[in-house]
């Protein structure tokens, strides 16, 4: 059974740091990709990061040079470090394990920066 679970969110200053871990208890048999997706209050879900198995890496256009992602196979845990933080990068985040046949979704970490 898959689950993801997020952690590392909170409140933090404009340019500071955060590092949002996610942990995976198990891959699912379809997944072609980890990624880190965000929701602001009144907007739509957005892609923040996407790493796939070939470990090709796609950034959003609002987060690229400030944020990374990274992985830890051994920990079944993706990370996402996230610097130089601005007030719109306030959002739900939420780690996600998209596969051809079932997506898995954590339950979210905020993050609020001001």
């Known amino acids: 059974h898959v689950q993801l679970v997020e952690s590392g969110g909170g409140s933090v200053q404009e340019g500071g740091s955060l590092r949002l871990s996610c942990e995976v208890s198990a891959v699912g048999q379809s997944t072609y990709c980890m990624g880190w997706f965000r929701q602001a209050p009144g907007k739509e879900r957005e892609g923040v990061v996407s790493?796939?198995?070939?470990?090709?890496?796609r950034y959003g256009d609002a987060v690229k040079g400030r944020f990374t992602i990274s992985k830890d196979i051994a920990k079944n845990t993706v990370f996402l470090r996230m610097n130089r933080l601005k007030s719109e990068d306030t959002a739900l985040y939420y780690c996600?394990?998209?596969?051809?046949?079932?997506?898995?979704w954590g339950q979210g970490t905020q993050v609020t920066v001001s």
């Open positions: 996600a394990d998209l596969g051809w046949s079932t997506d898995y």
């Open positions: 790493i796939d198995n070939e470990g090709d890496i």
